[in-house]
């Protein structure tokens, strides 16, 4: 599998995750998804399918209706209601092929509905055809969303003006900066936040523009004086920038120029690591894969994530107890950091018992030789488990995951695969590494 790659194949990258109770017919769909050349999770039950769904992230579910427990139709219900798993095709399978069943199953928003006994052709056509619909929509879905959150995360405050001076969108930069709450600012004017002879200047510029789109310049970047909410004047720097779509409108951008106190430095970098292991948290994680993947696209190099679970730790909790399993993910970060030896490498605590390490430009066999280290690191610690069923040592479970950044892809996509490779580990029995090749 190649996880770098762009938007979804229905032949190559798709996962499938299969629900139903019935073994003959479980068995004979996982042969045909795999024979087809998906990526196949199983679930016999509405239970271990929300699950799973929710850790793999699958691109399409083949669910049975008539199921012991939890039926098909309330897992779909819970699936829908579930922001990870809501977008996520559903295709019924059920001998109740009755019009008020198959009413109801596209009411709770699947996109098709299969009757038992199945077809396999049939079953594989209609699988290709929604992992086709799902590949384009999500294309399009991914550019919105990549927009949106780029929009939404830039550091610097972003307004779109009307060539009349109204304000039209502030993103939640602008909004912060200016002491407003979200769409406050929406259908304000310039005038509201700028001084009278600043704001005429620039209403002069955008009536230029609008009468003569084709002579438009960027009215560069100057200091300003705006108005906060509160009263008070901030200084920042605005950056104005023509755009004609169906009306003239203009982008402006606002960097904050005030300089951060030495103090509020140091609460940031405090901030930056787990107070229990001492190694980075994961907003640090987060802010130094940003980076990393970034300059991996630029450069074309390999970059890798390993994602490690401890195995069975909520036993070691509940016999050793709290303060000895803090003990021991001390020891188990420790472990893990020795092999994060480059300044482009970092090892941290990603959340519970979960664990993260980054290798940049590092490649796929690489990244495994090193993961296989750390397993067996972490092993030869001999940290006492008296009731893990895997080994009487704690041990990890590890998933490996490698990319060649594009400009599109996603970095979401590198920590599915990572974790899809990490719960294949589990799902074999624990302490062993599974890769994902780049």
């Not at 990572?418 to 590494?433: H, I, L, P, Q, T």
Request: with cysteine; aromatic share 6%.
């Amino acid at each position: 599998m190649t996880p770098g790659s762009t938007g979804l194949s229905a032949r190559r990258d798709a996962a499938v995750l299969i629900v139903d109770d019935a073994p003959d017919s479980l068995s004979a769909l996982r042969t045909q998804m795999v024979e087809q050349g998906y990526q196949t999770f199983v679930a016999s039950s509405g239970e271990r399918a929300l699950e799973l769904a929710r850790r793999v992230h699958p691109d399409l579910i083949l669910l049975d209706i008539v199921m012991p427990g939890m039926d098909g139709f309330e897992t779909c219900r819970q699936l829908k209601a579930h922001p990870v798993t809501q977008r996520i095709p559903v295709i019924f399978m059920s001998a109740r092929t009755a019009t008020d069943d198959v009413v109801a199953g596209f009411d709770l928003g699947a996109v098709d509905y299969i009757g038992k006994p199945l077809r396999m052709p049939e079953v594989c056509a209609r699988v290709r055809t929604q992992l086709s619909i799902r590949a384009s929509a999500e294309t399009q879905h991914e550019q919105a969303e990549r927009l949106r959150t780029i929009v939404n995360n830039m550091a610097e405050g972003l307004l779109i003006i009307e060539a009349n001076g109204r304000i039209q969108f502030t993103n939640p930069a602008c909004d912060q900066y200016l002491g407003y709450g979200p769409e406050e600012l929406a259908g304000r004017y310039i005038s509201d936040l700028l001084n009278p002879l600043v704001a005429h200047e620039y209403l002069e510029y955008f009536s230029r523009y609008a009468a003569n789109p084709e002579t438009a310049h960027s009215h560069g970047t100057r200091e300003v004086i705006i108005r906060h909410k509160l009263g008070k004047s901030v200084c920042m720097d605005l950056t104005l920038t023509p755009m004609f779509l169906r009306q003239p409108l203009f982008i402006g951008l606002l960097h904050d120029i005030t300089h951060h106190k030495l103090s509020e430095d140091a609460l940031q970098r405090a901030a930056m690591v787990d107070p229990l292991t001492k190694i980075a948290n994961r907003r640090h994680f987060d802010s130094f894969l940003e980076k990393e993947w970034q300059r991996a696209t630029r450069t074309g190099a390999p970059l890798s994530l390993v994602v490690l679970d401890v195995d069975h730790f909520k036993l070691y909790n509940d016999t050793l107890g709290h303060a000895a399993g803090d003990v021991c993910l001390q020891q188990v970060a420790q472990a893990i950091a020795a092999h994060a030896l480059r300044g482009t490498d970092l090892a941290a605590r990603y959340g519970g018992e979960e664990f993260v390490l980054l290798f940049a430009e590092t490649d796929a066999n690489a990244a495994a030789a090193l993961a296989e280290s750390v397993r067996a690191h972490i092993e030869t610690l001999q940290l006492p488990h008296p009731r893990s069923p895997t080994s009487p040592w704690i041990t990890v479970s590890i998933g490996v995951a490698t990319m060649t950044p594009r400009q599109n892809d996603r970095i979401e996509s590198l920590f599915v695969a990572a974790d899809r490779a990490m719960y294949a580990a589990k799902e074999e029995g624990r302490n062993r590494v599974r890769t994902t090749p780049g």
